[in-house]
């Protein structure tokens, strides 16, 4: 049997929509992402509804409320974990947003990168193949598959 654990992951435009908030994962020793960029977001928890979920997590990671988010996608990563974890992410894009980002929490510094750049930054090997979608405008939304091991993706497949 195949129980994921779902999580989400949000990618929160700036008003101009040319730069994107990261957190950079530089605060926790032992941590799974420690050194990479990422969007913001975390675990679902029992009772809510992902969406629900990526406005908490947002909210609790960056100090912001999410104003306007669309679900560009999801991806099911077999193996990703730090014990080979398989988890299901449902990708968010954050257009609109009330608040202040704060500038750092407990995984680390947040800050905003241009988007067109986001590419050279220190990243997870298979984000370099979702991102494109979440940015691309294509109004369907698309759905991966991303096995991992031993920290690097084995192959990437999707459909829209």
Not at 14 to 32: I, M, P, Y
Not at 90 to 112: C, R
Request: charge should be negative; hydrophobic fraction near 35%.
């Amino acid at each position: 049997m195949y129980m994921p654990i779902i999580g989400t992951l949000g990618y929160i435009l700036s008003q101009d929509q040319q730069n994107v908030l990261l957190v950079h994962r530089n605060a926790r020793k032992g941590d799974h992402h420690l050194g990479k960029y990422n969007g913001l977001g975390g675990k679902m928890e029992p009772g809510e509804d992902v969406m629900g979920c990526m406005a908490r997590e947002i909210f609790e990671e960056a100090g912001i409320v999410c104003k306007k988010m669309n679900l560009r996608g999801t991806v099911n990563w077999p193996g990703f974990g730090a014990k080979g974890e398989n988890w299901l992410g449902f990708i968010f894009l954050v257009t609109a947003f009330d608040g202040t980002p704060k500038s750092e929490n407990e995984e680390g510094d947040l800050a905003w990168h241009r988007l067109a750049d986001i590419g050279k930054l220190p990243m997870w090997e298979g984000d370099r193949f979702f991102l494109p979608l979440v940015f691309d405008g294509d109004p369907r939304p698309f759905h991966g598959h991303m096995p991992y091991k031993n920290g690097s993706p084995l192959s990437w497949d999707y459909s829209r």
